[in-house]
Structure formats: C-alpha cells, structure tokens
C-alpha cells in the first residue's frame, strides 16, 4: 500500500515527469544541455521565420564555461549548438525552432542557427580536427533541413552578421578547410 501512495503523486502531475526527461535533440548525436528560458525567444521557425544562414562563433571560454552562461538567466545570450574542442561532442542548448540570441542583430537571429565553439579567437590549438569534423557535420545537416545554400554568403563568422562588435572566429579559423568539409558531409 505504501508503494502504491507513493506513485500516486507522479500520476497526477504527468508534466513534471515529462520536463524531466531529456529533450530531443534536432541533431543526432548532439546532447540536450538546455539554455535558460530567459535567454532565448520561443518560435516556430522556419515558419515564423526563413531560415538563411549558419553563425560560427568561437565562445571564448572553455565548453563547460559556455554551457554555463547559457544557463545563467542573467547573461540574456544563448546559441543552438556548442562544440568541444578536445573531441568535437556536440551539445544543443535551444531548440533550431527558438530564435537563440546569439548574434547581437535580431533580424539575424531571428533567420540564423548559432554554432558556439570552445575556445579563443587567439589560441588555434582549440581549433582541433574533430572540432572541424563534426562542426562542418552539423553545419552540412542544418543547410540541408533549411534548404541553406553551402556558401560563405550563408555560412558566415559573428564578426560578419552587421552592427556586430565581434572579431569570431577570428583569423585563425580556417574557412577554406570548413567550407570544404561542409560539402563533404552534404
């Protein structure tokens, strides 16, 4: 009997259990490190909004540092992925049908996917093979679900969305290596 009384609780509120599962992920392999609800905006996008274009950030800060501001309510700023350097494991913060806030223009946001990767736009060695690899995997499989043309006038750096104050990825991001392996792994 005590055990039967014990679940009822679980039964009556069905919604607790179900915000405590993991979320899906919109890209295979990618884990669900959610984003604090006050640093991204809830859409339904591509509907509510086309989208046109791949951010590439690099975070300035460690992996862990980014998953972490994200999840800090008071630093407004999120993007939808983050990859590690080490070993280019994939993580999803929001949700590609939520506008993360990650580019500083909202026009952009709102018509963008933000790639966050570990790292400083001064230290190369951050800029790992596996980084390379399985970012240009997730860029390849976002073009692909958006219909996002493969090129550097859709996959564009943070320093290059307008009005941006940014210098990421900075200039020892070697596009010529990621674009080309963008199109491998279309």
């Excluded at 992920?25 to 274009?53: C, E, K």
């Amino acid at each position: 009997m005590g055990a039967a009384l014990t679940a009822v609780p679980y039964a009556l509120f069905p919604a607790a259990r179900a915000a405590a599962r993991p979320q899906a992920v919109d890209h295979p392999g990618a884990a669900w490190h959610p984003a604090s609800r006050s640093n991204y905006t809830p859409s339904n996008r591509p509907r509510a909004h086309p989208l046109h274009y791949v951010v590439i950030h690099v975070a300035q800060t460690t992996y862990s540092g980014t998953l972490s501001v994200f999840r800090n309510p008071r630093r407004k700023v999120s993007a939808h992925y983050v990859v590690r350097s080490s070993d280019g494991h994939v993580a999803q913060c929001v949700r590609e049908a939520d506008i993360a806030w990650h580019a500083g223009n909202w026009d952009y946001n709102t018509r963008s996917i933000g790639i966050e990767h570990e790292g400083w736009v001064n230290r190369p060695k951050y800029f790992t093979d596996a980084m390379y690899e399985r970012s240009a995997r997730l860029t390849a499989a976002i073009c692909a679900r958006y219909d996002i043309p493969r090129n550097r006038a859709h996959i564009i750096g943070h320093h290059e969305v307008p009005g941006s104050d940014h210098t990421d990825p900075g200039r020892h991001w070697d596009w010529k290596r990621y674009m080309r392996l963008v199109d491998k792994y279309a």
